[in-house]
């Protein structure tokens, strides 16, 4: 199994343009979530999803779309970077359980808004 | 909404032992997990408390108490390798809608 996997590796955009970032996971996991990480911080929730056709904004959801049309891809839209949008990106994917919660963590897209 | 407070920075020996305390307040409150992240890295996944008392996984150990919404990793015969950031998380809801705390770095010297 890949596990999840994030593209791009990096990014480097200017203000005002749009892209998407890519997040794919195949251990078939209903939750799937979007954190950003700003140097020496913790993770923030952008968006998160419970399932396909299911979304729900996190913590900082400004600026970001989602959409989750199948089981194991959730890609996050910007809409129109800012030079604040510059982080590094996550993409998370876990099981649902009141016993267990780990959350597994795709290598990250590094993103610069200049 | 929930907000979690961890040290922002301990230093240890190897071979010491570490004590990272993590405190919450939250409206909600289904467990409290803990991340190891290295520098450049993602964050992985260490363990969870989703009761009260210890859970232990090898060499590290998590603490967990609903009545004083607190919560604490210890790292045990630290090796160089465990240095890293150490985030607790709260969730709002069984596996997903997690809050992190501001991170705790761990710095191992010989």
């Known amino acids: 199994n890949a596990g999840v996997t994030q593209t791009p590796k990096f990014q480097v955009l200017k203000t005002g343009q749009s892209m998407t970032l890519q997040c794919a996971q195949d251990m078939n996991h209903e939750y799937m979530s979007w954190y950003r990480q700003d140097p020496g911080m913790g993770l923030r929730l952008i968006h998160y999803s419970v399932g396909a056709g299911i979304t729900d904004q996190g913590e900082v959801p400004n600026g970001y779309n989602v959409s989750r049309s199948t089981t194991e891809d959730f890609p996050l839209r910007l809409l129109s970077a800012a030079p604040s949008q510059t982080s590094v990106y996550f993409c998370a994917s876990s099981y649902p359980g009141l016993d267990y919660n780990e959350q597994f963590f795709g290598p990250g897209t590094r993103l610069t808004v200049l | ?110």
């Not at chain 2, 405190?23 to 997990?33: D, K, M, P, V």
């Not at chain 2, 967990?64 to 607190?70: A, G, I, M, V």
Request: charge should be negative; charged fraction near 15%; aromatic fraction near 12%.
């Open chain 2, 1 to 110: 909404g929930q907000s979690l407070e961890q040290p922002s920075e301990v230093t240890a020996v190897e071979g010491a032992i570490v004590q990272i305390n993590c405190t919450y307040q939250t409206s909600g409150f289904y467990g409290l997990s803990w991340y190891q992240q290295h520098d450049g890295g993602a964050p992985t996944f260490l363990s969870y408390n989703a009761l009260d008392g210890l859970e232990e996984t090898g060499r590290f150990s998590s603490f967990l108490s609903r009545s004083d919404s607190y919560g604490y990793l210890l790292l045990q015969e630290l090796q160089m390798k465990d240095s890293a950031s150490y985030f607790c998380a709260g969730g709002e809801a069984a596996g997903n809608k997690l809050t992190f705390g501001g991170g705790t770095r761990v710095l191992v010297k010989p």
